[in-house]
Nanobody, 129 residues
Framework: QLQLVESGGGLVQPGGSLRLSCKAS????????IGWFRQASGKEREGVSC????????YYADSVKGRFTISRDNAKNTVYLQMNSLKPEDTADYYC??????????????????????WGQGTQVTVSS
C-alpha cells in the first residue's frame, strides 16, 4: 500500500521550532518531488514548500521564506520540514504530497494540488502562548 505519513506536529510557543517528517511506505521517494501544504481552519489548503527529486531545487512560499527549511533523506525515505521562528499564523494542519509526473514541478507549479499523486493524512501544528 502506497502511503505518506506525517509526524512531528504539536503545540509550540511563538518563536519556537518544530520539525515535521514525511515518511513514505510502499514506494521510494527518490523519484518524487515532495510538497508541503497547510490548511488553517476555515481556509483553503496552501502550498508551503517543495523539493525536487533530482537537483535539490527548493521552493518556499513568501510567508515562510527564511524560517522554514525543506530537506530530504532518501536513505530514510523521508522528507523533513524544519520550522523555526514560528508564528501564530503558522497554525494549521500540515500535509505532505508526492508526485513524479510533472518535470520541474517545484520550479513551475509547486502549489497546484491536483498535480500531486499521493497525500498524507496531515499533522497538526498549533503556535500559541
Amino acid at each position: 500500500q502506497l502511503q505518506l505519513v506525517e509526524s512531528g506536529g504539536g503545540l509550540v510557543q511563538p518563536g519556537g521550532s518544530l520539525r515535521l517528517s514525511c515518511k513514505a511506505s510502499g514506494f521510494t521517494l527518490d523519484y518524487y518531488a515532495i510538497g508541503w501544504f497547510r490548511q488553517a481552519s476555515g481556509k483553503e489548503r496552501e502550498g508551503v514548500s517543495c523539493i525536487s527529486s533530482s537537483d535539490g531545487y527548493t521552493y518556499y512560499a513568501d510567508s515562510v521564506k527564511g524560517r522554514f527549511t525543506i530537506s530530504r533523506d532518501n536513505a530514510k525515505n523521508t522528507v523533513y520540514l524544519q520550522m523555526n521562528s514560528l508564528k501564530p499564523e503558522d497554525t494549521a494542519d500540515y500535509y505532505c504530497a508526492a508526485q513524479r509526473r510533472v518535470i520541474r514541478l517545484c520550479a513551475l507549479s509547486p502549489n497546484t494540488l491536483d498535480l500531486y499523486d499521493y497525500w498524507g493524512q496531515g499533522t497538526q501544528v498549533t503556535v500559541s502562548s
